[in-house]
Every structure is written in C-alpha cells, then in structure tokens.
C-alpha cells in the first residue's frame, strides 16, 4: 500500500446540547484531563476537548442525543487502584472486569452514559 496509519488523531464521544460544564467537571476535573481550546470554525457547534499527553478527547453535541453503551475508548493508566479511590472520593461509580488477560480494568460511564474503559496492564 501506498499509504500508512500513523496514529489516533482523536476520540470523539457524543453529549447532549448544553452540557459542556459537566463535561468540564467529569473530564477536566476528575479526570484530570486539559482542556484544550476549539478552532474558531467548530466553536458554534458546542462541545469541548480534552488532551492528556498527545491524545485528545472531543465532546461533540448530537440532537438527539443517545449514549455510546457499548462502543467505547479504553484508557491505559498506572495505578488503576490509585485511580479507583479517587473515582470513589468523586462518587463517580465504577465495575470491576477481570476477563482480559493480563489485565486489571474497570468500566465507567461519564455524565452523559457513555461507556469508557480504563485498564492497567500487569
């Protein structure tokens, strides 16, 4: 082939309209993400980016909305268990999985229902 995949550009997940300041909370504040600014262009279609090291993450507003529920990205972390106290002081929910090999995750939903996971390798 004449041409090559170099990397993941971004993730998008969907958002309903208006819900840009939890989005800020959940992926800025807990997460602990950047938020990054849009291009002037994409400012008048709502949502928000995110960053951590040189991947982004975009919310994009849909009408109508509907969560992505089982279609999802997967973040690679170091110290899941760390990550899980934190997400309990934040009362944001978790679920356990140990069905991958070599592997220790879990699953969470952000404010709007859309599935993400988190794994650590072992």
């Known amino acids: 082939m004449s041409f090559i995949f ?5 993730i998008q997940l969907a958002a309903p309209k208006g819900s840009e300041a939890v989005a800020r909370i959940f992926f800025g504040e807990v997460l602990g993400f ?3 600014e849009k291009p002037e ?3 008048k279609n709502g949502g928000v980016w995110f960053q951590f ?3 982004q993450i975009h919310i994009g507003i849909e009408e109508p909305f509907a969560p992505a529920k ?3 990205p ?3 972390v170091e110290n899941l268990e760390a990550l899980k106290m934190h997400l309990t002081n934040n009362e944001v929910s978790f679920i356990g999985d ?5 592997a220790n995750r879990i ?3 952000d404010p709007f229902g859309n599935r993400i996971e988190i794994l650590e390798w072992i």
């Open 41 to 43: 262009t994409l400012r």
């Open 98 to 102: 140990t069905d991958l090999p070599g």
């Open 107 to 109: 699953y969470v939903h």
């Open 34 to 36: 950047q938020e990054i």
């Open 53 to 55: 090291n040189n991947y």
């Open 74 to 76: 997967a973040f690679e």
């Open 70 to 72: 089982k279609a999802h």
């Open 6 to 10: 170099k990397s993941i550009d971004h």
